[in-house]
């Protein structure tokens, strides 16, 4: 799989988008996805100005730089179509002008496209109502042309679930929680930290004011403002703090690495920040894996992570006397408590770790390429060839450790479309492909069909055939007639197995318990149930652990095909998949309507489906 990462600062900027980017492409690498990056070749704000290399390794990964002109924030860049192709899906990161350009040259460049909210724009009120109207206007309109989105926070999903509910995943930031890990002060001090670029919507300018209160309740809180000038706050800060009276207890340090930064926390005990807007709110959680204690303003993201964590406080900056009174009462508390909340703050913050998050990222991806299942009509069909599925099937039974199997053709996904409880049966349900319909609507969606038409009538013999499994075999469906007939051919057919017993599928609904307690009681490991869509199906879902058996598999028409009852297509009508015109002609009074009517309203609704 090859992933272009497209955001607008990577390395050597330095910050949260920054390092997230780095961090995701660096463990998709360690699990075998070729990753890169593309990126604008200046960092913003960077006095004087340096244009970067066009292309680069930062550490193992390759970074590419293209040229950009305009505002850095709403950066111009269309030399990103010259670096799409041969990439599988392009991860885009914040809401900028690759979203929108991305979207509306997609007839050009043909990717799939996802997003990484990362906050969206809303990091300050600055032109907050115009802000509103482009993202309810231009954005929405974007993302209509990008498969999914990812919203980083919860904040994030509740801004963009009413402009693209059906494409939204939460998959939270993954955070590097090794690099600080264990590095905060052993003994409980009066030290906190901010850590983060000195932007306007971190306000460090509020957590400067708290802290001329705080030192009048005890002279020994100190503060670092640790991270890299934005938005030109680094001489106003310093001003403020001189101003103050706060040179000995506010510094602040501008540029320094990690290593650097690590050692500085061996006399912290808090993180703080006071942001009146953060995607996430990564520093926060760098910081509790150090063993810091939070302290927080109460936005959605900053309240998430200490409401997990179950610990921290949150405070209102913006009343500098009342914050500071607050926040010295929570530190007298720590400060009688420090080490036990230290060894909570570093368990919290391990669930926030980067392995994990890689492979909810790696999950959404074969979601959309279709490699490892492939969503259709809101039903999830698995892409396994027969051998695999046999692999599956035995591992069942031998494992002991119950399966359901559905048969899905173009008719069960009609049925599924307008019946919500057999839609949920086959989304607790292994379900396999059958037929050119399902092909079709794999080819729209994802631009390949499925390894291998998995028709349960070819299929269930195939493995009854191939099976090195001891199977004990039930057979339950059609007439008293033709399930006899079918059960004295399988007998024939494949003496390796143990036939345990049949039973017609015309049960009435007193008799379901008493159906299930004779399947147990034969000892049957396969149950193959052959009462058509959706009885079938719901059979097995409500009844089929009751039964015993490991394995449960509906194969509708087996039963009359393999009695002799219903004839089936020649060969060569099977290879070119028309079976289903054979079947019409044969039996057109039944079938005219599911194969005439139901397969056009199929190939409209996979047109649908393809096309969200």
């Known amino acids: ?108 460049h043909g990717s799939r496209l996802v997003l990484s909210t990362h906050g969206g724009f809303f990091h300050t009120q600055y032109a907050s109502t115009l802000k509103k109207i482009f993202f309810n206007t231009i954005t ?142 990564m520093t926060l959680v760098e910081g509790m894996s150090a063993g810091l204690i939070p302290i927080a303003s109460p936005i959605i993201s900053f309240k998430n992570i200490i409401s997990q964590s179950g610990l921290g406080l949150l405070a209102d900056f913006t009343e500098p006397h009342v914050a500071a009174q607050t926040i010295h009462a929570y530190t007298e508390f720590c400060q009688l408590n420090y080490t036990s909340l230290r060894e909570q703050a570093k368990v919290a913050s391990q669930s926030y770790g980067w392995v994990g998050t890689a492979e909810r990222f790696q999950a959404a991806y074969d979601e959309l390429l279709g490699d490892s299942y492939r969503m259709l009509q809101g039903v999830r069909f698995d892409t396994r060839d027969s051998s695999e599925v046999f692999k599956a099937f035995d591992a069942s039974i031998t494992q002991e450790h119950f399966l359901r199997v559905a048969i899905a053709n173009a008719h069960t996904l009609n049925l599924a479309r307008n019946d919500s409880q057999y839609l949920k049966v086959l989304g607790d349900t292994l379900v396999l492909n059958d037929g050119i319909g399902v092909n079709i609507a794999s080819q729209w969606k994802y631009g390949r069909g499925f390894a291998e038409n998995l028709n349960g009538t070819d299929l269930i013999p195939k493995y009854l055939a191939q099976s090195q499994t001891k199977l004990r075999i039930f057979l339950l469906g059609a007439t008293d007639q033709v399930v006899s007939a079918c059960f004295q051919r399988c007998k024939t057919l494949f003496p390796q197995h143990e036939w345990v017993g049949f039973y017609n599928g015309y049960i009435d609904a007193n008799e379901h318990i008493a159906v299930c307690e004779r399947i147990h009681e034969s000892g049957a490991n396969l149950l193959l149930v052959a009462m058509g869509n959706p009885l079938q199906e719901k059979w097995i879902h409500q009844y089929g652990e009751t039964t015993g058996a490991k394995l449960c598999i509906g194969v509708g028409a087996l039963f009359d095909f393999m009695a002799g009852s219903v004839t089936r297509a020649p060969s060569w009508v099977r290879r070119i998949h028309c079976e289903w015109i054979y079947r019409l002609a044969i039996e057109p009074k039944r079938m005219w309507r599911r194969y005439m009517v139901g397969n056009f309203l199929f190939l409209i609704a996979a047109w649908r489906n393809c096309s969200r």
Request: include cysteine; charge should be neutral; hydrophobic fraction near 45%.
């Open 1 to 108: 799989m090859r992933v272009l990462h497209v955001v607008r600062q990577f390395h050597p900027a330095i910050g949260g988008l920054e390092n997230f980017v780095y961090c995701l492409v660096l463990e998709q690498l360690r699990t075998g996805i070729d990753a890169e990056v593309l990126t604008l070749d200046s960092v913003f704000h960077q006095r004087p100005f340096v244009r970067l290399p066009y292309e680069e390794l930062v550490g193992p990964i390759k970074v590419r730089r293209i040229n950009w002109s305009g505002s850095y924030k709403y950066p111009f860049a269309p030399t990103v179509l010259n670096h799409l192709k041969g990439y599988d899906i392009v991860h885009v990161h914040a809401v900028d002008f690759f979203i929108d350009f991305l979207s509306i040259t997609r007839l050009l």
């Open 140 to 281: 929405r309109f974007s993302l209509r042309n990008y498969s999914q989105v990812y919203a980083c926070s919860n904040g994030d999903y509740q801004s963009f679930e009413p402009i693209c509910k059906g494409k939204l995943r939460l998959i939270e930031n993954g955070v590097d929680v090794n690099k600080f890990f264990d590095a905060s002060a052993k003994q409980a001090t009066r030290k906190f930290v901010f850590i983060g670029r000195f932007s306007d919507n971190k306000r460090i300018d509020l957590l400067v004011s708290v802290f001329s209160e705080l030192i009048k309740l005890h002279l020994d809180y100190k503060l670092l403002i640790i991270g890299k000038d934005w938005d030109n706050n680094q001489a106003r800060l310093i001003q403020q703090i001189h101003s103050l009276g706060l040179g000995s207890n506010v510094a602040i340090h501008n540029g320094l690495d990690d290593a650097s930064i690590k050692a500085m926390f061996a006399e912290v005990s808090f993180i703080i920040s006071a942001s009146e807007y953060e995607g996430f709110g």
